[in-house]
């Protein structure tokens, strides 16, 4: 049985709670071994970089380390779900080996702290690791209650996908849908895939973060989808939670549910919704995802 | 070429083996683009990095050289077939050897440089160079005085010796 | 009776094996005594340096000096004896080429030392004693002879004339060179005095090589059920025939063991381990960098396969000392 | 364009309204020519120099509707030497490091790195907007990993909404109330145990003590 | 030192290159230097070496102070050796008592601290002066040219070289790998700037090659082995089966009617699959030569073997023959021009443009295509849903300019764009934009052309495009194709809808180009096209003599650069063969049979087969002939008793003493570099 290193990040521990519930009924309902890592740091994310790079990539740095370190010899797969980490921790892989001033700065503050990173760790994303290393053929299998009928809209958000992860295309990713299809659900063929989501802008200039949120969920709905799942905790945030915003200011005129791609899985399987954290929603799946079926969403 | 030229201390001095076909040719191109680099290599001209008898490069670095740089067409596009491949395994072979002769491995190299790929040339010759500073010079004819040094201590007539040995 | 021709030996770093050589000429030393005066063989007889000293310059026509040059004794030594003989013949694979006593020229000095008196397993020395070149003795101090940095080929430490290759050298060469000396047909100096083609010339097993040999891999005698009539080379074990100067007549091939290259190189080469290396690696098979060296793993001493008798008189003579390597004086 | 009252914060800044911001002549005196290769250097590679201001990462970008200056005008600028302008814009600050235009680039300039460098490069000349919301943010952000080596969003959010605008914390309830509820907000602090070795780490980070490459 | 009558003496000749050299070596000091070193009889410096006077000066000075050696330091031995071997030679000299020293591409143009440059020179000039003290007499070299040449590839440049070549009185085979020659002009509706139709140049030209009494033209044909060398080359040629006789076949096209397929139903290669074709077809109407082929991948003859085989039958002259097999010609040949063009850039690999997301997303040839009156459409131009488009967006630098594809200018597509705005609008009316990153109009008549579609009112919005997207941000963009790019001349982001999408994709070279190269065994340069000999001044030759290369295989370029190009190839081969002799390099190995031991190792070495173990003599034996002089087995012969002629083992140690050894202190001179 593979075993692997969870990064959670900031987000699985607060808004992005059911991404990381979800992660982990998955993961193990699959037999997959999935440990947190021990003592992890945040990721430095892009605010950090903003005021002090080298200290954001020594603090990226560290997790790395510390995936070495817990897992004394094996080479480990740390799994960040969330895309921001993903790409930072990956980012900060590829300009320790490209850059030297990155990589001599780096080792020696790792020095510092009595650290050491050999270099051995892989950055995984949970996309990564279910379709490449267990496989679409084998979720099938687990696949209880087909979500036949299902019209889903697969969102990445822009991070998964570039420019360091290279799991996949860099414009339209198909990770996530060939999941979907495997659920047994449609996946719609749609254009923002990778479009910003807004990111932090949503909270710090709404006027400018928040259209971009509309124009995904919008097209989305006016793709057919009766659901957008995602695998960004960022991006499950601002396009689930601030909806009411968006219809009271930005005039949107529709509601979709927006589920982590995990949890959609969850379901499939035939998991219980707790386990799922689907309690969480902001904008419930009505009566499970049964009734989703031909994409009859509610529509406020 | 002696250390002592080089008003500004101690240069790293190369000897390069390059093949007519590919390298030379690159190195010829990188002339005819004005690509600046170190002027520490001295290019020898051989038809094929197949051509390059390890009896060269060890006499490159007996007679002094600080390094030897071969460079031959990529693997699949020696203008002879397969020179390059046999220059290949002569290196891998020799780099074991001079190894065990206290020779560092950084001193030889082996690249495959293709006839357009001028900036190639440029960059492995400035590597090159910057690999060899730190490790010093090599200096084998100063260091084979050094040592016959101790042929003379006890020698009661000198010219004597001279006469024959000399 | 007119007095002969007078010559001597002489023995520097060596076994003996040279000295035995001249014996093996069995009956035949008899017509070499015959035909000679010996005034100096310490291994036969019973002379003193002085009585060399003694003698004029140029007295000697020729002197045969089998063994490298380890030792400031041995550097005396050979330099007197110059100073006394016409000719000079370097007689036997040390002298010609370091020998195997050169192969010591792979590790500096200090370390030679040490091993041998102290860290050796079969050397008990608490006090970690070492020979001292000088020792006071009631008043006179005595001395013993300086161990040099190297090992040298006779030919690095004074000027020879005619070189007897082999270890050692086979009796039919020794005789040839002594009835070209009292002849006085002499080849021009410097000379060795053995064919200028390599062995494979004269292998017995020569017409069953190959003529589209590749080496996939390499193994040594010990490893492998050997086909007693082939080619060595053919079944993948290094023979250092091809880079070889012939004369030995094939003895380790007739002997069922590959040569190991005591006659050294033709004239035409100056390195013979480099020549030998160059000729196999280009015949192997393989192709990409992994694969080479898994083959060239057959090999784990190349140094020592190569050089076995020529290290010292190699391009490069020896390892390259390091400077964390250079002594202290 | 919706953005303008937000602007009202950069009080007392020349910049404040982005139409006046760029006059129409420029002497080569008012210029840092060092400025380019400065920024070049730091942003990873030489590769800023070779832009051909094709645009592709102004329409690529998700949010140049917003921006005073499109990127591409703000890597001219840069090259150019246009130091005080390209500092003070908000452009820099609007970049959601969504690397859509880095992956794109004909020139593969890494142009989010580029807005990071000078991100940087105007706080250390101080000219960043002072009570701009995501330079604020940021910092705020800065401040609560360097002292607890992780960010708790909520945390986060009340810190950020009192230091630039508190009427919008009211604004922000409902939603804060419903995270709760969900139990995907709370405002205790999470924070990394070996708190002294992570400081040591960051400590030996620090700019001053960058080693050159 | 070597056997050489008498004493060596030694010429050294330093060039300025006007300051090509000067400028950064101190050519008087190193004149003055190697003065003094042995053997040294003269030493010059003069402005040109390569000039009249300069190689006069040699022949004079070998006269007059009967020098045995020469020296020359210039340029690189590669430009100007032979140059300067025949100013030996005038002088009386065998040319090969000679040595070049590189010092303007190995120094001065590669260094800017003029001491160390001038050491260097100083270095090389003293190793050269070593070495050229080993060298010997040698015989000049000569082989046979034969007068028959191979032109591979039937596109344009091919067709002009073919027949250049055929009109001087040559005997050429054309080998194109398609049906039919005529390659993409062929595919092409007009041509810029003149708007001729392409088809009514080309085909004249077509026919032609066909009935040309010298052209022996293999269509659906590859080479597949090349052996010898320059004069006397040997090719095979893979003559792929088309299952209809060629001799027989009239091109009367009832085997087409025939077929049992009564509608066409295959994507058809020459429309790009934009109409369909059957199992049996021609590609096109004016296809050269005029025979159909059968695609045993769709024939149901092949697939299941129970075919009515309808086209045997209707066929009068019983040409389909569908046991055909694949045939190899051998031929020999002196010269070979390749013309093996290129490809067009695959649209796939920009997603962001939407290439095979959105039908209406388009690429340049396809459009070709549509608006030929021959093309799918009868020359209508039409989306796919059958509308003609009232707004059409072209995108520039497809593929070209970008290093996250291809780094290079593709030079054509600025033009081909022009020239499909002014169609398109002509066709349809339509509002055309061009979106570019810069317009490139460098050819005779191409910016009147430019200044022609300013007027004509196509809009130019410099920008290179983002994306192409089907998400409307406003209800007018419904149902449209939205190009979003800055226009970077006003400064804003703009989104354009539009009904048809074209990429003008760049050009590449072949897919199998390296293949190719290797089977020539040329070289090729970074990006994969052919790489010329000399930039400049060598445009058509390659490294390897005899073989020339012409068109777009060389690298992107518009007809007229590939018919010039054509040309100038043909003419090289023919200066070649009406030479009737070419001079070759003497620098194959030779054997020191006296010494060899026949130990055999170099035999297997020799890719060539040049060597060989003589049982009588029981010693190895070359065939100078087929030595290619790489010295493989010269590095590799265990007892050093094979050598290479220019390359002798003495000659090599004595450069590598010569450059390294310390006996001619070189402190003292260098006192006085500047």
């Known amino acids: 049985m593979k075993r692997y290193l969870l990064y959670p990040g900031c987000s699985l521990h607060s ?69 921001a980490c993903y790409l930072v921790l990956t980012k900060t892989q590829q300009y320790m080996t490209q850059y030297d001033n990155v990589r001599k700065t780096v080792d020696r503050a790792l020095t510092e702290a009595g650290l050491m990173y050999r270099r051995s760790v892989r950055v995984r994303h949970p996309l990564d690791v279910l379709v490449n290393d267990v496989g679409l053929e084998a979720l099938q299998q687990h696949v209880k209650e087909p979500l036949n009928g299902l019209r889903v809209a697969c969102y990445y958000g822009c991070q998964v996908v570039r420019p360091f992860g290279l799991i996949d295309d860099k414009f339209h990713p198909t990770l996530m849908d060939r999941i979907v299809e495997k659920l047994g659900a449609e996946p719609v063929d749609w254009s923002l895939k990778t479009f910003c989501c807004g990111g932090s802008l949503t909270g710090t200039i709404p006027d400018a973060g928040l259209p971009l949120n509309r124009s995904i969920l919008t097209e989305a709905v006016r793709r057919g989808a009766g659901v957008i799942v995602t695998c960004c905790p960022l991006c499950q945030f601002n396009l689930e939670c601030l909806q009411n915003k968006l219809r009271a200011r930005y005039g949107l005129s529709v509601e979709i549910p927006v589920l982590y791609f995990t949890q959609l899985m969850g379901l499939a399987f035939g998991l219980d919704d707790r386990a799922l954290g689907m309690q969480r929603l902001f904008v419930p799946v009505p009566r499970r995802w049964r009734v989703l079926k031909g994409g009859d969403t509610v529509h406020a | 070429m002696s250390p002592e030229v080089n008003s500004n201390g101690w240069e790293p001095r190369i000897i390069a083996f390059f093949c007519n076909w590919c390298t030379y040719t690159a190195a010829d191109l990188a002339g005819v683009s004005r690509l ?94 910057e690999t060899l500073r730190p490790l010093g010079p090599l200096a084998l004819p100063q260091q084979r005085v050094r040592w016959d040094e101790e042929l003379h201590e006890h020698v009661t007539d000198e010219k004597e010796v001279k006469s024959h040995a000399g | 009776m007119p007095d002969k021709p007078k010559v001597a030996f002489y023995w520097c770093a060596s076994c003996g094996g040279c000295e035995e050589s001249v014996v093996d000429l069995a009956e035949d030393i008899l017509f070499v005594v015959d035909k000679v005066d010996i005034l100096f063989w310490p291994v036969a007889l019973d002379f003193k340096k002085s009585d060399v000293e003694a003698m004029a310059d140029k007295s000697l026509v020729a002197t045969f000096i089998n063994g490298a040059v380890r030792t400031s004794e041995q550097g005396e030594m050979v330099r007197l004896l110059r100073r006394k003989s016409q000719l000079i013949v370097a007689y036997g694979a040390c002298a010609h080429l370091g020998g195997i006593p050169g192969l010591a020229n792979q590790f500096p000095r200090e ?29 006179a101090a005595l001395h013993l002879p300086e161990f040099h940095q190297r090992v040298r080929s006779l030919d690095q430490v004074i000027d020879v004339d005619y070189y007897l290759p082999g270890c050692a050298p086979t009796p039919r060469l020794l005789k040839e060179a002594v009835i070209a000396l009292l002849s006085g047909q002499l080849p021009p100096k410097g000379t060795v005095l053995a064919p200028d083609v390599a062995l494979c010339d004269e292998c017995p097993r020569k017409n069953s090589k190959p003529t589209d040999i590749a080496y996939d891999r390499f193994v040594r005698p010990h490893q492998v059920q050997l086909d007693p009539e082939q080619c060595f080379l053919a079944q993948g074990v290094v023979c250092m025939g091809p880079s070889t100067r012939g004369g030995c007549e094939a003895l380790c091939v007739k002997g069922r063991m590959p040569c190991t290259g ?15 290396l160059s000729s196999l690696a280009s015949a192997m098979t393989a192709t990409s960098e992994s694969d080479i060296d898994r083959t060239l793993d057959g090999i784990p001493d190349p140094v020592g396969t190569f050089y076995r008798y020529g290290l010292p008189a190699s391009l490069l003579r020896g390892r390259v000392l390091q400077t964390e390597e250079k002594e202290s004086p | 364009m919706i953005l303008w009252p937000m602007l009202g914060f950069i009080r007392g800044k020349p910049h404040a309204d982005p139409r006046a911001r760029m006059r129409k002549l420029k002497y080569e005196k008012e210029l840092d020519l060092a400025f380019g290769e400065h920024v070049a250097a730091k942003a990873y590679g030489q590769k800023l120099l070779s832009c051909i201001q094709c645009g592709t990462c102004g329409s690529t970008c998700p949010l140049s509707d917003y921006m005073d200056y499109t990127p591409r005008k703000i890597i001219a600028m840069t090259r150019e030497g246009f130091k005080e302008d390209v500092l003070n814009s908000l452009t820099i600050w609007l970049c959601a490091s969504c690397y859509a235009c880095t992956v794109q680039c004909p020139r593969q300039i890494h142009i989010t ?88 780490l960051l400590a030996a980070a620090a700019p001053s003590k960058e080693v050159p490459s | 030192m070597p056997d050489h009558n008498g004493s060596i003496r030694i010429g050294f000749y330093i060039c300025h290159c006007g300051h090509n050299i000067a400028a950064t070596v101190d050519v008087e000091a190193v004149a003055r230097y190697v003065s003094g070193l042995p053997n040294v009889v003269v030493s010059r410096e003069y402005k040109y070496m390569c000039s009249d006077p300069g190689q006069e000066l040699i022949a004079q000075d070998i006269h007059d102070l009967n020098l045995n050696r020469v020296v020359v330091a210039s340029c690189s031995p590669l430009l100007h ?109 007009k041509t810029f700037p003149t708007l001729d139709c392409a088809a009514c140049i080309l085909t004249p030209k077509m026919s032609a090659v066909k009935a040309h009494p010298n052209i022996k033209l293999w269509t659906y044909s590859e080479v597949s082995s090349v052996e010898g060398y320059v004069g006397s080359y040997t090719v095979k040629v893979r003559r792929k089966p088309r299952y209809v006789d060629e001799e027989l076949c009239v091109g009367c096209l009832a085997c087409i009617d025939e077929c049992v397929y009564k509608e066409p139903k295959y994507a058809d290669s020459f429309n790009l699959g934009l109409s369909k074709r059957k199992p049996v077809y021609l590609p096109f109407p004016q296809a050269t030569p005029k025979i159909v082929v059968i695609d045993p991948e769709t024939c149901i003859q092949f697939k299941s073997g129970k075919c009515k085989q ?66 799918p459409t009868g020359g209508h131009l039409v989306t796919r849903e059958g509308r003609e488009p009232r707004t059409v967006g072209i995108i520039h630098c497809v593929g070209s300019r970008d290093r996250n594809t291809n780094r290079w200018c593709s030079r054509t597509c600025c033009m081909y764009s022009l020239k499909l705005a002014h169609l398109l609008k002509e066709h349809t009316g339509a509002e055309v934009y061009n979106f570019y990153i810069d317009i490139r109009a460098a050819g005779k008549t191409y910016e009147e052309f430019y200044d022609r579609l300013l007027e004509e009112n196509v809009h130019f919005i410099r920008g290179r495009v983002a994306e192409v997207t089907d998400v409307a941000a406003i209800p007018e963009e419904e149902g449209h194709l939205i190009i979003r790019a800055e226009d970077t001349m006003i400064g804003v982001v703009r989104r354009i809808p539009v009904d048809m999408v074209v990429l003008a994709v760049g050009m590449e070279p072949q897919a199998d180009a390296g293949d190719v190269r290797r089977l020539f065994n040329i070289s090729c340069s970074t990006e994969g096209f052919f790489l010329e000999r000399h930039p400049k001044l060598a445009p058509v030759e390659t490294f390897t003599d005899g073989i020339f290369i012409a068109g777009a295989c060389q690298g992107p370029k518009d007809i007229p650069d590939s018919v010039a190009q054509a040309g100038a190839a043909a003419a090289q081969a023919q200066m070649l063969i009406d030479k009737g002799e070419v001079e ?37 034996q070359l065939n100078a002939a087929l030595c290619k002089g790489c010295g493989t087995c010269v590095a590799a012969c265990p007892s050093g008793s094979i050598q290479q002629n220019l390359f002798e083992d003495s000659m090599i140690f004595g450069e590598i003493d010569g450059l390294m050894n310390m006996v001619y202190e070189t402190g003292k001179e260098v006192a006085d570099v500047a």
């Not at chain 3, 005591?262 to 030998?276: E, I, L, V, W």
């Not at chain 5, 055909?324 to 850039?345: D, H, N, R, S, W």
């Open chain 5, 81 to 189: 050796e032979t140059t300067f071997r025949t100013a030996v030679e005038r002088g009386g000299l065998n040319p090969f008592y000679f040595q070049m020293v590189n010092v303007r591409e190995n120094v001065s143009w590669v260094h800017e601290d003029r001491r160390a440059a001038t050491l260097k020179a100083m270095d090389l000039a003293r190793a050269a002066v070593h070495r050229v003290t080993f060298h010997k007499a040698l015989e000049r070299k000569f082989v046979h040219i034969h007068p028959d040449v191979l032109v591979v590839g039937g596109g344009i440049a091919g067709i002009h070289a073919a027949l250049t070549l055929a009109n001087s009185g040559k005997k050429v085979y054309l080998v194109e790998r398609e049906p039919t020659i005529g390659g993409h002009m062929a595919q092409f509706d």
């Open chain 5, 584 to 620: 070759l390099e003497p620098n194959t190995a030779f054997i020191d049979e006296e010494h060899c031991s026949g130990c055999k190792s170099c035999i297997p070495l020799c890719p060539f087969h040049a060597l060989s173990f003589n049982e009588a003599t029981g010693k190895a």
């Open chain 2, 36 to 129: 600046r680099h170190a002027p520490n290599v001295r290019i020898i001209r051989l038809m094929c990095s197949g051509r390059v008898d390890p009896q060269f490069v060890l006499d490159a670095f007996v007679q002094g050289a600080d390094g030897v740089l071969i460079g031959g067409c990529h693997p699949g596009d020696c203008h002879y077939m397969e020179g390059n491949y046999k220059a290949l395994r002569r290196f891998r072979l020799m780099r074991r050897m001079l190894e065990n002769m206290g020779i560092e491995p950084q001193r030889f190299r082996l690249e495959w440089i293709s006839a357009s790929e001028g900036e190639r040339v440029r960059t492995v010759v400035n590597e090159m160079v």
């Open chain 1, 15 to 83: 808004t992005g709670k059911a991404y990381g519930e979800s992660i982990g009924a998955v993961f193990s309902h699959l037999g997959l071994e999935l440990s947190e890592l021990k003592d992890w740091n945040c990721c430095g994310a892009t605010s950090y970089a903003s005021i002090d790079e080298m200290e954001a990539f020594s603090l990226a740095a560290r997790n790395l380390a510390l995936a070495e370190q817990q897992k004394d010899g094996e080479r480990p797969d740390l799994v960040a779900p969330c895309n």
């Open chain 3, 262 to 276: 005591c006659f050294g190189p033709t004239s035409r080469a100056r390195d013979q381990g480099a020549k030998m």
């Open chain 4, 113 to 200: 790195d580029v807005m990071y460098t000078l991100k940087r490069e105007a706080i250390a000349a101080g000219v960043y907007p002072r009570r701009y919301p995501i330079p604020v943010f940021s910092r705020q952000f800065f401040d609560l990993v360097r002292r607890q080596g992780r960010n708790s969003e909520g945390r986060l959010l009340l810190k950020f909404y009192l230091k630039t605008n508190p009427f919008r914390l009211l604004s922000q309830a409902w939603l804060g109330l419903r995270l709760m509820w969900t139990g995907r907000f709370s405002l205790k602090q999470d924070r990394v145990h070996d708190m002294q070795k992570l400081k040591r």
């Open chain 3, 111 to 139: 370390q030679i030392l040490r091993y041998v008196y102290t860290e050796a397993p079969s050397v008990v020395n608490e006090e970690g004693t070492r020979p001292m070149q000088t020792w006071p003795h009631n008043g």
């Open chain 5, 310 to 375: 309808t086209c045997v039958e209707a066929c009068d002259r019983e040409a389909i023959d569908l046991k055909q097999a694949e045939t190899v010609e051998e031929i020999k040949v002196g010269t070979i021009v390749l013309a093996t063009g290129y490809k067009t850039f695959n649209a796939r690999r920009t997603p962001q443009y939407g290439y095979g997301r959105f039908p209406n997303v388009f690429t340049s040839l396809e459009v070709e295509r549509l608006i030929n009156a021959s093309g």
